[in-house]
């Protein structure tokens, strides 16, 4: 087991975290398992999909700003960041994903990604391969 | 592995099930490893958020509302609950969660919730700690 | 760790992979586990959900429509899918499903789903018992 700490510097950003979870896979040993990627907030997800067009990123932040508008939620009223809560609920705060010979089974066009949902923050990705 | 019921009592619900499922991991003796959650129905679903306020439940459960609404799908001529599949089929059957000394590695304002998409019904809950 | 290919016909699919995965939990020799089912692309994902209706997949399929249109995005400049994109990143590429007796431990009105998001294509799907 293994974390670490990524910063994010906007209110909806998207960041690829795929090498430092890579770096921790190898230094685990395990040649074939399960790697479970984790995130330990409320506000933020983790989910899988293309980086090479950071464009992708952008269009998945646009979409769901417009299936979760801001500023309608009762929670709103106590904290202003409800339609933050309804996306990391949605995505989920976890991916499990194959691991052979030592490294993560993405495909060529798959990042992980950290979905940060109410920056700029610090936030923190737990790794656990079995 | 082990499994437990919970009831709900109203359409849509979520229920908070951290506790329950804290006591399994405790029970396994597993100091290290990954907690697979898994509700086995077509029309529940298992997510983690924040409960503390429990207006973050209920604007989750708006939202889906908003989103999928009820009694335009061609399977609520079968069994309308049309809706509840769409949506237990985005939120998904599970999630997966890292234990460290015995418990969950769950954020501050983070909670394990089943979403009652379909009731009142009896639910079942699967752990399995690897 | 073993995997498998499937071909999708349709631009949207929803395909029932659940006797694929079985047969490879089966030959694994693992009684008690979690299964991580995967598919390594960043236009499909892996869902659980009813098809003994096949209508309750068409459903799902109209739900993603509607949510997410075709044709506004960003990366539609470059490669005409960025719909399937944020499909797939809101579903997710991956499920774990607790392991009993050498069975997936699926309930009865659930099957485990590949989501076609832009085919007609040939998708791989890895799985991993721990």
């Not at 933020?44 to 952008?58: K, L, S, W």
């Not at 299936?67 to 996306?87: F, Q, S, V, Y």
């Not at 950290?114 to 790794?127: A, F, S, T, Y």
Request: hydrophobic share 40%.
């Amino acid at each position: 087991m293994q974390e670490f700490y990524v910063k994010s510097n906007r209110k909806f950003q998207m960041i690829d975290i795929t090498a430092k979870v890579q770096e921790i896979v190898k230094k685990t040993g395990v040649e074939e398992g399960i790697c479970c990627v984790y995130t330990p907030h409320a506000t933020a997800a983790i989910t899988v999909n293309e980086n090479a067009d950071p464009n992708v990123c952008e269009d998945f932040l646009d979409a769901l700003a417009k299936l979760i508008p801001e500023g309608i939620w009762r929670h709103d009223r106590i904290d202003n960041n409800g339609a933050a809560h309804i996306k990391a609920a949605l995505i989920g705060p976890s991916e499990a994903i194959p691991v052979r010979d030592g490294r993560l089974l993405l495909g060529t066009w798959q990042a992980v990604m950290l979905v940060e949902l109410d920056g700029p923050r610090e936030r923190k990705v737990i790794v656990e391969v079995r």
